[in-house]
């Protein structure tokens, strides 16, 4: 969903995140992630090289800020894909940031989503399936909910999101 937006033609830079987590089948450095040691990412966290960062289900994730920086610096718009608690860490660093929050059209739809992946034990699932809710209960700190329900749908409405926002010309702040 978040690729069909990223190829919308609108000046956004979508931002991979920095991951411990081991790569799955069909993924490459990059592509979700930015796969890193757990050392390389202490170091980056010590340097100050995040924006936010998080352990996530035993596995460490973060937002490189130089990226965003970058981004803004040459006017675009950033779009990065992080949960909850990390949408509230950049809410922090950057107040003007616009908050989407992307729902499920229903738990037992999130919950057969998760189920058909396949990618964790029954243990892990469960314990992501118990996050997902908590997650869901915080949808008011965000400015707006999508619900995915139809990936072009949802993407068009993320897209309407971005112009309207545009359009009310909200500052940026690059002094990350």
Do not use: C
Not at 43 to 67: D, I, S, T
Not at 137 to 157: L, T
Request: glycine share 6%; hydrophobic share 40%.
């Amino acid at each position: 969903m978040l690729a069909r937006v990223k190829g919308s033609g609108q000046p956004l830079n979508f931002v991979v995140t920095a991951t411990t987590r081991s790569q799955r089948e069909g993924e490459s450095d990059g592509a979700p992630y930015y796969f890193v040691s757990r050392e390389r990412f202490q170091e980056m966290v010590e340097g100050g090289e995040l924006l936010e960062w998080a352990e996530v289900y035993g596995n460490l994730y973060g937002v490189p800020r130089r990226r965003v920086k970058e981004a803004l610096e040459r006017g675009h718009d950033v779009l990065v894909k992080v949960d909850v608690q990390g949408a509230a860490t950049i809410k922090r660093a950057l107040p003007q940031a616009l908050l989407i929050f992307l729902a499920p059209p229903s738990t037992a739809a999130l919950e057969e989503r998760l189920r058909d992946r396949s990618t964790e034990s029954a243990a892990e699932l469960e314990r992501r399936i118990a996050t997902a809710h908590e997650e869901m209960k915080q949808q008011g700190m965000f400015d707006h909910v999508v619900v995915n329900d139809e990936v072009e749908m949802a993407a068009a409405e993320i897209e309407s999101i971005i112009a309207a926002e545009k359009r009310q010309l909200r500052p940026r702040a690059v002094n990350l």
